[in-house]
């Protein structure tokens, strides 16, 4: 879940595509060398390319992406609500 956040604050700089390949790619490397994603992360010049240390460190902290729910609820029953739906 917090590789899903921090690829989408990548892809507010970069195609969503690119973002995800970079998050899998350290991903990867975390597993292979036996070492914390959020390490691999700050090491990795593509991420640091766009994001700093306390962006990576707030993409990862599970607070950060599930203190969003209320909005995305609100924004998806918005969306529901302007094609026609009923609440």
């Keep these: 879940m917090m590789a899903e956040n921090l690829a989408h604050r990548l892809s ?35 991420v640091r390319r766009h994001l700093t240390e306390q962006q990576i460190v707030d993409a990862l902290e599970p607070a950060e992406y599930l203190g969003s729910i209320d909005e995305l609820i609100q924004r998806a029953q918005d969306a529901h609500r302007s094609v026609g739906g009923q609440s």
């Design 12 to 46: 507010q700089h970069i195609s969503r595509s690119a973002a995800n390949d970079i998050v899998r790619r350290c991903s990867l490397e975390a597993v292979e060398h036996h070492v914390a994603f959020g390490h691999v992360l700050q090491q990795d010049a593509d």
